[in-house]
């Protein structure tokens, strides 16, 4: 049982460029739940889904964007990387109670 | 809306110290509550929750009590020991009026570092 699977754990990205977080799950869990993780911050939501094919923004949506359209996958899309989106990004999924994370992926934007 | 507050860090204690690290909440209606701990480098783990009022969630030595009168789930701990040393998040998840309680709330998070 592996729970939350992120790849890649670390990436460098240059201004501009595009990338695909990936997030997988292995519990058949409904909801799943994308946050960011700034440098001595707590945790910030940027989107979220309650099963596939259905998403919504959470509150830090701006310069990504996300699909549901299996249960157990759950990517995050960076369309024009910027500096601002240096973070470690984590995935979560969720049953009844409580979450489960993924290992995270350190993202640098230069 | 729902929000989550915990007393900010760094807390730096000895080994074998008693440890409090507060937690507050606001919140319609009955919220699970939980403690999370995040140790370096790596992603978040559920360490004790607590699904209604008066609750008692334990793991691992620590300790935290639902308190709906006060609105609070302070997490506590008798001893602490160097491998306590992690990020620790209070977080709460709400049923909403669709019955789905997809939401989770969390703090800021309180960097805990114990000294041998």
């Known amino acids: 049982n592996a729970g939350v699977t992120q790849t890649p754990k670390f990436r460098i990205l240059k201004i501009g460029q595009s990338m695909t977080l990936q997030c997988a799950q292995d519990?058949?869990?409904?909801?799943m739940y994308w946050y960011r993780q700034d440098p001595g911050m707590g945790l910030k939501l940027i989107y979220y889904?309650?099963?596939?094919?259905?998403?919504d923004k959470g509150e830090v949506p701006n310069g990504y964007n996300v699909s549901r359209s299996t249960t157990e996958d759950f990517p995050l899309r960076l369309e024009l990387a910027a500096p601002s989106q240096t973070s470690v990004y984590f995935c979560?999924?969720?049953?009844?109670?409580?979450?489960?994370f993924g290992q995270g992926t350190r993202l640098t934007v230069v | 809306g729902d929000s989550v507050t915990q007393m900010e860090g760094p807390v730096t204690l000895s080994e074998e110290a008693f440890l409090t690290i507060n937690c507050t909440y606001t919140?319609?209606?009955?919220?699970?509550l939980f403690w999370y701990v995040q140790y370096p480098g790596e992603g978040l783990q559920l360490l004790l929750k607590?699904?209604?009022?008066?609750d008692k969630g334990s793991n691992k030595g620590f300790e935290a009590t639902y308190r709906k009168e006060t609105t609070s789930f302070h997490l506590e701990k008798g001893s602490v020991q160097v491998s306590d040393s992690a990020v620790y998040f209070c977080?709460?998840?709400?049923?909403?009026?669709?019955?789905?309680?997809?939401?989770?709330?969390f703090g800021k998070g309180t960097l805990l570092t114990v000294n041998p």
């Open positions: 519990m058949n869990h409904n909801y």
């Open positions: 889904s309650v099963g596939a094919g259905i998403t």
């Open positions: 919140a319609t209606g009955y919220p699970s």
């Open positions: 979560a999924s969720r049953g009844s109670t409580e979450a489960f």
């Open positions: 977080a709460l998840s709400q049923l909403n009026s669709g019955g789905s309680n997809y939401k989770l709330t």
């Open positions: 607590a699904t209604k009022a008066d």
